[in-house]
């Protein structure tokens, strides 16, 4: 038994029984390293990786290897949901040293005088094989290189060191955005879109939400590429909803598929991904009229809260990818099991067809793993469809299920937070409110310590927040208040974005850095602007900082927005299409984001409900008690009035007040 049985990381627990001295990453196990001047060996995952259970079972549980990996190294290993700053690091060194993408799990032999990389990989098999040398090959080569190589070892860390000095985001701050990054992301995304199944083409095929949230932007809009952007949205949104990507039976969506067409998925399930599909589908629902996405919608949310949510409030993280019986066993069906499942005949036969249960396995050629077929997708639900489905996944939760990954991160629950509230009022249904609520409080009493926001909340060993912490909870805030107003979360969003402005921006050059200069991360402060498998942070944190900015007319936060963009101009000019997020905020600030300020007092509320609830859902409505303390000069002056006042604002500026709830409708349509 190692160091990691008592950690509050479940990944890091699924290690304490490996015969490999784990360390988890402290001063104590780097100064181990030091005193023993040997390199540390840093294993980096997650608990729901299906590569790293994969490289666990075939390296980390073999006795002979565990020996080899002891003797030459200190090792670390690391969740990266509980250090993104430390995995985005590293991520990088992989990234600038093979010239490819990273990924998990991340394998890293450091330096442990200066923690530079000497060698980076990702995955490493057993024995030799598809190009890739045996781990225990690298092992030696690493451990051999330190004792004969040190000079050469040093030098390459020189190198690196001064890459890492340069402006290592690629952003000169010289370069300004383009007079229209909007059709040169389009053109980009046109390029690589895949026209028969949607997303980008090829294999493996990742769902990716900040795109379809541009796309719905053009749409609503009416933009010029509003023709294009709704084809692309519905062919993506048909595809993953009908293909193995989205679970059928239970909700959600899993992480990513492995071919071209959303057939067969890696199962894990993240908290992240739902929390940005949800609101993709609710608003797609009402913009389209496809009462389908609202039906995926729902589904999703019902998984969130059956599956993920925590006696708390908040939700967790991940399901794994792996259950008893291997990837895929809690899903995937046999004819055998379909058949057990569903004794009555009709229901079988709606299930071959609904599923396309009648062609053959689609799952390592002995199962199948469910997809829809066209118009089951399409069809209404009804009683039989219904029935079908309650058989199926009655039968499907007598499997052992995956594991559940119970960290509650920040950031994750602030993108659900904001991803229900969305949901909700896309859905005009704000009785689905109630878990983001939820969710929030325990974030309020777990994470949020005398003024410091934590990146995991009731954990002892969390770090404090990173951007994307702060950056998704100020948006969530926003969300939030603009369905019920909380003077304490009117407060708590204001320190966010103080926050925001005084520990991570870059005052040099404008934008964030992922991490404040008391992480102390060892390879630098690092900004990023594209979008990810997670929003950018820059990104979330601009636009939330301009919808906060003209709310309380606060110049100071919009400048920042400002800065952020021009920081990106980079970006924006090269490939817009990575950052589809800061292309949302050149709109915004372009065209700021309709407000309506409403001033009522307990009375009033009977007569504003009904004009109130015909408020577009594209408009921020924010409805401050007429007795509201503590507002800042410019949202006090937006006074209230007896009988209600509403202001309709865009940026700093209001039309005329509408002092009678039935002549709002009128008022919204001629803005």
């Not at 030696?140 to 860390?157: F, L, P, S």
Request: with cysteine; proline share 7%; charged share 20%.
């Amino acid at each position: 038994m190692n160091r990691l049985a008592g950690a509050d990381s479940l990944y890091l627990r699924q290690h304490a029984g490996n015969p490999v001295d784990w360390w988890p990453w402290c001063e104590n196990a780097l100064a181990e390293a030091r005193r023993r001047d040997c390199p540390i060996l840093l294993s980096i995952g997650y608990a729901a990786c299906h590569w790293c259970h994969v490289m666990a079972h075939e390296s980390f549980d073999d006795a002979t290897t565990a020996a080899a990996m002891n003797a030459a190294f200190v090792c670390i290993k690391l969740d990266r949901e509980q250090r993104p700053d430390l995995d985005r690091a590293y991520q990088r060194a992989q990234q600038a040293l093979n010239g490819r993408p990273g990924g998990w799990p991340l394998t890293a032999f450091l330096d442990p005088h200066t923690l530079l990389p000497i060698f980076i990989g990702t995955y490493f098999p057993p024995t030799p094989r598809h190009g890739l040398p045996a781990f225990r090959q690298v092992l030696a080569a690493v451990a051999t290189a330190w004792r004969e190589r040190r000079a050469a070892i040093r030098a390459q860390g020189a190198q690196w060191q001064s890459w890492l000095a340069t402006d290592a985001d690629g952003a000169p701050a010289s370069t300004a955005p383009p007079a229209d990054p909007v059709a040169l992301a389009m053109a980009q995304l046109g390029a690589r879109f895949d026209a028969e199944h949607g997303g980008h083409r090829g294999a493996p095929k990742f769902p990716q939400a900040g795109e379809l949230e541009l796309l719905l932007d053009l749409v609503e809009d009416g933009t010029a590429q509003a023709v294009t952007a709704r084809d692309m949205l519905v062919a993506t949104l048909d595809g993953m909803a009908r293909g193995g990507l989205h679970d059928h039976l239970g909700g959600g969506f899993f992480r990513y598929c492995v071919d071209a067409d959303w057939g067969i998925p890696h199962f894990e399930k993240m908290l992240y991904d739902n929390a940005q599909l949800l609101p993709v589908y609710a608003r797609a629902a009402a913009l389209l009229q496809r009462e389908d996405y609202a039906r995926v919608a729902r589904l999703c949310l019902r998984w969130m809260h059956d599956d993920l949510r925590l006696p708390g409030g908040a939700w967790a993280s991940a399901l794994d990818a792996d259950s008893p019986g291997g990837e895929g066993a809690c899903y995937v069906w046999t004819r055998e099991q379909c058949d057990a499942a569903v004794p009555d005949a009709a229901l079988r036969a709606q299930a071959m067809h609904d599923f396309n249960l009648q062609l053959a396995p689609n799952f390592e050629g002995r199962a199948w793993h469910l997809r829809l077929s066209r118009d089951a997708l399409l069809a209404p639900e009804d009683g039989a469809g219904h029935a079908l489905r309650a058989a199926l996944l009655a039968a499907r939760r007598q499997r052992p299920p995956p594991a559940r990954d119970d960290k509650v991160l920040s950031a994750w629950n602030a993108l659900a937070i904001a991803g229900v509230s969305r949901a909700a009022r896309a859905l005009r249904a704000p009785g689905l409110l109630a878990c983001a609520e939820d969710a929030l409080a325990a974030l309020r009493s777990g994470a949020w310590h005398e003024g410091v926001l934590y990146a995991q909340a009731d954990s002892a060993v969390s770090a404090p927040g990173f951007l994307d912490d702060h950056a998704y909870l100020l948006d969530a805030l926003l969300d939030l208040l603009a369905w019920r107003w909380r003077a304490d979360d009117f407060a708590w969003a204001r320190a966010l974005a103080d926050t925001l402005c005084d520990a991570f921006a870059d005052t040099a050059r404008g934008g964030f850095f992922f991490s404040a200069a008391a992480h102390a991360t060892p390879l630098g402060r690092e900004r990023g602007f594209e979008d990810a498998s997670q929003p950018s942070g820059n990104a979330v944190a601009a636009l939330a900082l301009l919808r906060l900015g003209h709310l309380c007319g606060e110049p100071r936060w919009v400048e920042a927005a400002a800065r952020t963009l021009a920081a990106a101009g980079a970006v924006l000019a090269g490939y817009p299409a990575t950052a589809p997020g800061l292309v949302r905020v050149w709109r915004r600030l372009q065209q700021p984001e309709a407000q309506l300020i409403v001033r009522l007092a307990g009375a009033d509320h009977a007569a504003w409900r009904e004009a109130l609830a015909q408020v577009p859902a594209t408009v921020a409505c924010y409805v401050i008690p007429a007795d509201a303390a503590d507002l800042p000069p410019m949202l006090a002056a937006r006074a209230p009035r007896p009988g209600g006042v509403a202001y309709l604002c865009r940026g700093y500026t209001c039309r005329a007040p509408v002092t009678q709830p039935e002549a709002l409708p009128a008022a919204l349509r001629a803005a």
